[in-house]
């Protein structure tokens, strides 16, 4: 007979892990990605027509600019707000240590998480840009690189927002956290503003930020010639992301 201890490990073992993991969340969050799909669509192209009203009449190159915006506009709130406000609610519920304590490693749990969220990014992200582009009569030039960069720029938010989410004990700030995110996400980053627009020291923060990084990775791969600073995008939300796993690793890691 084989011992327990040799069927909890290798590469076949994660898998199913990793499986039965994605089947209890989507399974779990399924109300949850359905209102996701809302209000992406309420953050992209609901924006974008607002913005419309503000503006009234654009130049071609103004109107492109907001429409290759949204994306970034559409993504970051399902990370950095609902992935925070899902933790959130399992701790409310108490159900946040049941979740930690089930049979799978660790590591598949969280890859659960990312991989959730981060596909529901994507139809509502393409629908609020299709939306946006026939709003404002906009050609895009779509190349392969929105692949790399829809996929990283969720993949960042998803992590910050796990992070978060984990490392605020009391749900009721994490709530608090992810309405201020929402607030500078409309109001204060440079997604569907240009940055030049800002103040010096604003811009600056911004560009260590992810938002705006965000932004200009998606911007460039929906248009010719319109952002610089490309590979520098990159570079900031590769290193979000990657220290958000680490305090997230970290946090998790501490849970016995």
Same mark, same amino acid.
């Given at each position: 007979?084989?011992?327990?201890?040799? &069927?909890?490990?290798?590469?076949?073992?994660?898998?199913?892990?990793?499986?039965?993991?994605?089947?209890?969340?989507?399974?779990?969050?399924?109300?949850?990605? /359905?209102?996701?799909?809302?209000?992406?669509?309420?953050?992209?192209?609901?924006?974008?027509? &607002?913005?419309?009203?503000?503006?009234?009449?654009?130049?071609?190159?103004?109107?492109?600019?907001?429409?290759?915006?949204?994306?970034?506009?559409?993504?970051?709130?399902?990370?950095? $707000?609902?992935?925070?406000?899902?933790?959130?609610?399992?701790?409310?519920?108490?159900?946040?240590?049941?979740?930690?304590?089930?049979?799978?490693?660790?590591?598949?749990?969280?890859?659960?998480?990312?991989?959730?969220?981060?596909?529901?990014?994507?139809?509502?992200?393409?629908?609020?840009?299709?939306? /946006?582009?026939?709003?404002?009569?906009?050609? %895009?030039?779509?190349?392969?690189?929105?692949?790399? /960069?829809?996929?990283?720029? /969720?993949?960042?938010?998803?992590?910050?927002?796990?992070?978060?989410?984990?490392? $605020?004990?009391?749900?009721?700030?994490?709530?608090?956290?992810?309405?201020?995110?929402?607030?500078?996400? %409309?109001?204060?980053?440079? &997604? $569907?503003?240009?940055?030049?627009?800002?103040?010096?020291?604003?811009?600056?923060?911004?560009?260590?930020?992810?938002?705006?990084?965000?932004?200009?990775?998606?911007?460039?791969?929906?248009?010719?010639?319109?952002?610089?600073?490309?590979?520098?995008?990159?570079?900031?939300?590769?290193? !979000?992301?990657?220290?958000? !796993?680490?305090?997230?690793?970290?946090?998790?890691?501490?849970?016995?």
């Amino acid at each position: 007979m084989t011992a327990a201890t040799d &069927i909890r490990r290798g590469p076949s073992y994660w898998w199913r892990s990793y499986l039965a993991m994605l089947r209890f969340d989507i399974t779990g969050l399924r109300t949850t990605i /359905a209102f996701v799909l809302v209000i992406q669509l309420l953050m992209g192209a609901g924006m974008a027509y &607002i913005y419309g009203f503000y503006l009234g009449g654009v130049p071609a190159q103004a109107a492109l600019y907001i429409v290759t915006g949204i994306p970034a506009l559409a993504l970051a709130p399902i990370g950095l $707000v609902w992935v925070p406000s899902v933790i959130g609610l399992q701790k409310l519920r108490e159900t946040y240590d049941f979740v930690w304590s089930m049979p799978v490693p660790r590591l598949m749990s969280a890859a659960s998480t990312f991989t959730t969220f981060t596909l529901a990014a994507v139809p509502g992200t393409a629908l609020s840009l299709t939306i /946006a582009a026939v709003r404002y009569g906009v050609d %895009l030039r779509v190349s392969w690189l929105i692949v790399p /960069a829809v996929v990283l720029s /969720a993949l960042m938010a998803t992590s910050v927002g796990f992070a978060l989410g984990h490392a $605020v004990p009391d749900p009721r700030l994490t709530n608090l956290i992810t309405n201020v995110i929402v607030f500078v996400v %409309l109001l204060f980053s440079p &997604i $569907v503003v240009p940055i030049e627009q800002f103040p010096d020291w604003l811009a600056a923060v911004h560009r260590a930020l992810p938002l705006y990084p965000m932004a200009t990775v998606v911007r460039d791969a929906l248009s010719d010639g319109l952002v610089t600073g490309v590979g520098g995008a990159y570079v900031v939300l590769a290193a !979000w992301t990657v220290g958000s !796993w680490a305090l997230a690793a970290w946090i998790v890691g501490r849970r016995r």
